[in-house]
């Protein structure tokens, strides 16, 4: 018998449908299969199972060896290109090429993995955290209100705070009643200003009391310049402890409301720890007790190093406290001593003493050309 030729080898194609044999899909699938294979793939045994054509048809292909003389049993197995299996997987279809013998091995369509991870996930993975952390600071806080839970305190860092906050809400009142103050003052220096006015209008055209009306609208109008004066140096008292109450205590009190959270943290962490070790120790529970001895161990050096910022603030905070208050007393004790004494040369002195620089009225009223 003469030997095929290899293209006449491509066995039998046989392709049912519910038992049928159906030519025209027989030489579909045959030349789709010559397209798909590339030229010289030289396989022992080739099975390729198509579910892609029809739901209810299945091809199967069955292929012999290619005839070679020179070709050894290991040569006569060779791996399909990527295009190839591109195409095929494509297309719907499942390669299966033999490793050996007859064992088969299935592989299925190439998957490329994604290796870049996806930002929805990562955002989910952040508030499983958050939500995690959240539940456990607020049972903490429960417990410690109900009494049930125990709660780390430095005693001294504590009072140094508590004193702090005493302090603020003392310092603030001291800001209400200065601001009042200079609210009062700004309206009676107003009116002695229009007072002295009209009394100097009263003196030109009242000729018989022209030294009376003259003397009054002297004195209101000096009055009313030693009160702008005085106002000037409240103002700056103002500006002053404001700018201590209301920026660098309260930038204190940020650091311990981060102290105290880091705190809470800590004692939340600690209790879940200790409740752990409390219990039975094996195979499902080491693994939970070294991840939250590791949990522990992070907010715990947190909590650490807000409370060591929390000591240097407090002790930086006192001594620039201490500075301010202490030139801002003096200025307010010789500004109103000197007003209500009339001495209105050491009252501008104390001004000059804390270089302050009194606006003079109208100095930053647009000009008549400026208007225009």
Request: proline letters at 3%; hydrophobic letters at 35%.
């Amino acid at each position: 018998m003469a030997q095929e030729s290899p293209k006449n080898s491509a066995a039998e194609i046989p392709v049912t449908s519910n038992g049928q044999l159906e030519d025209s899909h027989e030489h579909s699938f045959n030349r789709d299969l010559k397209c798909s294979l590339p030229v010289g793939l030289g396989l022992s045994e080739t099975k390729i199972t198509s579910h892609g054509f029809d739901s209810a048809k299945e091809g199967v292909v069955e292929a012999g060896q290619f005839p070679s003389s020179s070709a050894s049993p290991k040569s006569s197995v060779i791996s399909p290109s990527s295009a190839a299996a591109s195409r095929l997987a494509g297309q719907g279809c499942d390669l299966i090429i033999p490793t050996g013998g007859r064992a088969q091995q299935k592989s299925g369509p190439v998957v490329l993995a994604d290796e870049v991870k996806n930002p929805a996930m990562e955002k989910l993975e952040l508030v499983r955290k958050w939500s995690l952390n959240t539940y456990k600071c607020t049972r903490q806080i429960i417990s410690e209100k109900l009494g049930r839970g125990s709660r780390t305190v430095d005693l001294e860092l504590e009072a140094q705070i508590d004193i702090l906050r005493d302090n603020k809400k003392k310092y603030e009142n001291i800001l209400r009643l200065a601001q009042t103050l200079s609210t009062q003052l700004f309206q009676m220096v107003h009116t002695q200003r229009q007072l002295g006015d009209a009394f100097a209008d009263l003196s030109l055209k009242s000729l018989e009391l022209h030294e009376e009306f003259g003397y009054n609208a002297d004195t209101q109008k000096l009055l009313a310049k030693n009160g702008e004066t005085l106002l000037g140096a409240i103002n700056f008292f103002i500006a002053s402890v404001n700018t201590l109450v209301n920026k660098t205590i309260e930038d204190t009190l940020l650091t311990v409301k981060q102290y105290e959270s880091a705190r809470i943290e800590y004692d939340a962490y600690r209790t879940d720890l200790e409740e752990l070790n409390l219990g039975p120790r094996d195979a499902n529970t080491l693994p939970k007790i070294e991840q939250s001895q590791q949990l522990f161990q992070v907010h715990k050096e947190k909590y650490d190093k807000m409370r060591n910022d929390v000591s240097i603030k407090l002790k930086f905070l006192e001594e620039n406290k201490v500075k301010v208050l202490h030139n801002q007393l003096v200025l307010f004790h010789n500004a109103i001593a000197a007003y209500f004494a009339g001495n209105q040369k050491q009252l501008e002195q104390t001004l000059k003493q804390f270089h302050i620089k009194l606006k003079t009225p109208g100095a930053d009223a647009p000009s008549w050309l400026e208007e225009q």
